[in-house]
């Protein structure tokens, strides 16, 4: 069963830094594009990031490209996004999942920028 637990949200002004944690139960992880999304207040589900298994490539939505940065740890299977210059549009819960996504979300984790 694959399951994902994301962490390391929380509130923090504009200007500032996250870095968001996910856990993942996938016996096939190491073999998985990884991607980070995310779901701000009366918007649909957006693509914020993704990483190749092998960290070869990473690419990013052009909202967070220069700020966001997205890795991954395949012994620990744990897939990370670091959050620099938050800017009040960041605000949203942020989940993990393959790319392309399978059913099943985690509870994501809610990041909130403020001015």
């Known amino acids: 069963q694959v399951q994902f637990s994301e962490s390391g949200g929380g509130m923090v002004q504009v200007g500032g830094f996250l870095r968001l944690s996910c856990a993942v139960t996938?016996?096939?992880?190491?073999?998985?594009?990884m991607a980070w999304f995310r779901q701000g207040p009366g918007k649909p589900r957006e693509f914020v990031a993704l990483?190749?298994?092998?960290?070869?490539?990473?690419q990013y939505a052009d909202a967070v490209k220069g700020r966001f940065t997205i890795s991954r740890d395949n012994y620990k299977n744990m897939v990370y996004l670091e959050m620099n210059s938050l800017k009040p549009e960041d605000t949203a819960i942020y989940y993990c999942?393959?790319?392309?996504?399978?059913?099943?979300w985690g509870q994501g984790t809610q990041v909130t920028v403020s001015s």
């Open positions: 996938d016996l096939s992880f190491v073999y998985r594009d």
């Open positions: 999942n393959r790319r392309p996504p399978m059913d099943g």
């Open positions: 990483i190749a298994p092998d960290n070869s490539r990473r």
